[in-house]
């Protein structure tokens, strides 16, 4: 790296900060075996290998006639042979001229190569006619096709949705081994802040950065400790730092991140830890913390909610799912027409809140969700999606193209 990611440098893009901390942190080793029905949002160990071919066997895509299609060449009409049905094949050899009754994910019999639909067939006691022309092979859907014998199906790294556990249920594999769930310690400092429920008094705000933290990490099933609120004592927040980097894979804070701040936390930092205070080229979310304890990886994010949120969703997260071992995120961009004037001043990448949707004319058209200050935390919840505004870009009137990124499952519902 052309720079030291723990000293406190000017100003440096989102980019340069996902750069520094990726290149600074290993994934975790260890791994364990769960079955199917606890493997959900669980990161893959190792790749996983098909043992099987699916379908395991040719087999009819329609309810309907199996034939040898060469009989059709002297004539339409067949005699009716037997039949095949799913779980109950046909034993018995499809000679020319015969066919077997079909349903549907039946194994083809014997000497049969094409299934012609129910619909298009005539039946007469054990005379079966074709009413349309028939293609060799249609509505057959053979071994293999959708997946061979020892083919890779899913790749180490890969954390598990619901689609890839039935991919996995549908080629025998009962058990898989996935990297171990990271344990991710939470700490808020500050004299000001009160837990919801309690009485504030004059100067006084409400702890919310630990509560969607909390549920945003739940979603990729990373084990949290909340060690709540510290107040602002030295002791009691080096005891809180101390316990948390022994117990945790990550430790993240919010508040007191911004540089040339002289408050307790970053003292205990610079004490216990090797920690560089960076001012990232962005809004929200200017200030931000990265750096290593001796145990655990540590990342201090700004304390309004709107800039705590939007610099874990788009650096930290980056830096924790290498951890978990998962394989890095790229999310979705997508060019979109404005419907509203947007503005900006150039100098930061910005990430403005907005709600799109496809128009009546096919267009994907977004609109801000309005005031869009840090403090603003209702701005997300109102969103779908971020208005993205490179770095040097200044506003934009409505009607203009700009680019969006719709939230993914961590911040979507």
């Not at 504030?200 to 705000?205: P, Q, R």
């Not at 409505?398 to 680019?403: C, L, N, Q, R, Y």
Request: net charge negative; glycine share 10%.
């Amino acid at each position: 790296m052309s720079c030291d990611c723990f000293s406190e440098q000017q100003f440096l893009s989102v980019e340069q900060a996902i750069n520094n901390i990726v290149d600074n942190i290993e994934a975790i080793t260890e791994f364990e075996e769960v079955n199917l029905d606890q493997a959900l949002n669980r990161v893959l160990f190792a790749d996983q290998v098909s043992p099987v071919q699916v379908p395991p066997h040719d087999n009819s895509a329609m309810d309907g006639y199996a034939v040898n299609f060469d009989s059709l060449a002297t004539s339409t009409t067949t005699k009716l042979i037997g039949k095949s049905m799913a779980g109950e094949p046909y034993f018995g050899t499809c000679g020319l001229g015969e066919c077997v009754r079909i349903m549907t994910g039946a194994v083809i019999p014997d000497g049969c190569d094409t299934v012609i639909m129910q619909e298009h067939c005539q039946v007469e006691g054990d005379k079966v006619s074709f009413l349309k022309d028939v293609r060799k092979a249609q509505n057959v859907r053979f071994a293999g096709e959708d997946i061979d014998n020892a083919q890779t199906i899913l790749h180490r790294g890969k954390r598990l949705n619901a689609i890839d556990i039935a991919l996995l249920a549908s080629v025998g594999i009962a058990s898989v081994k996935v990297y171990r769930k990271i344990k991710v310690a939470l700490i808020a400092t500050g004299d000001e802040l009160k837990a919801a429920g309690q009485p504030l008094s004059a100067g006084d705000i409400y702890e919310s950065n630990g509560h969607f933290l909390k549920h945003m990490l739940a979603k990729i099933n990373a084990d949290v400790i909340d060690y709540g609120i510290i107040a602002d004592d030295f002791d009691l927040i080096k005891q809180a730092f101390c316990d948390a980097d022994e117990a945790a894979d990550v430790v993240i804070s919010s508040g007191g991140v911004s540089v040339g701040d002289a408050d307790y936390t970053k003292m205990v930092l610079d004490d216990i830890g090797k920690i560089g205070f960076w001012k990232i080229s962005m809004k929200p979310g200017k200030p931000l913390a990265f750096g290593l304890l001796p145990n655990s990886t540590f990342f201090g994010l700004p304390g309004n909610p709107v800039s705590a949120a939007v610099t874990f969703y788009q650096i930290a997260m980056q830096g924790i799912t290498k951890i978990a071992g998962a394989t890095p995120i790229k999310r979705m961009r997508l060019p979109a027409v404005t419907l509203t004037e947007l503005r900006k001043a150039p100098g930061r990448t910005d990430f403005q809140r907005g709600n799109y949707h496809v128009d009546e004319s096919g267009r994907v058209v977004v609109k801000t969700t309005g005031t869009q200050g840090s403090g603003v935390l209702s701005s997300i919840g109102r969103a779908n999606c971020f208005i993205i505004m490179d770095k040097d870009q200044g506003g934009v009137s409505a009607g203009e193209s700009v680019v969006i990124e719709p939230f993914d499952a961590l911040l979507g519902d």
